[in-house]
């Protein structure tokens, strides 16, 4: 899904949210932003590979089910 898209998404749901789920994201926001997280250059190229492959489509997804049935039979 494009950032404008699940920006304004977002920004719906926060509209219509009660405290309870302002609580949780305001907190999850404030942990996101605390946090000095560093990503080295090998894993800042591997994120964007995986962010162009999901704004293109091209990502593939599989359910939890479908996940355990290809495992089990490899």
């Known amino acids: 899904m494009q950032n404008s898209i ?3 998404k977002l920004h719906q749901a926060v509209d219509s949210a009660d405290s309870q789920l302002l609580e949780i994201l305001f907190s ?3 942990e996101f932003n ?3 997280c560093e990503l080295t250059p090998q894993q800042q190229a ?3 590979r995986r962010l162009e492959l999901f704004d ?3 990502m593939k997804f599989a359910t939890w089910d479908e996940m ?3 495992i089990e039979t490899e």
């Open 46 to 48: 591997e994120l964007k």
């Open 28 to 30: 999850i926001v404030s």
């Open 56 to 58: 293109s489509g091209k």
């Open 68 to 70: 355990i049935s290809r």
């Open 34 to 36: 605390e946090s000095n």
């Open 6 to 8: 699940l920006k304004e």
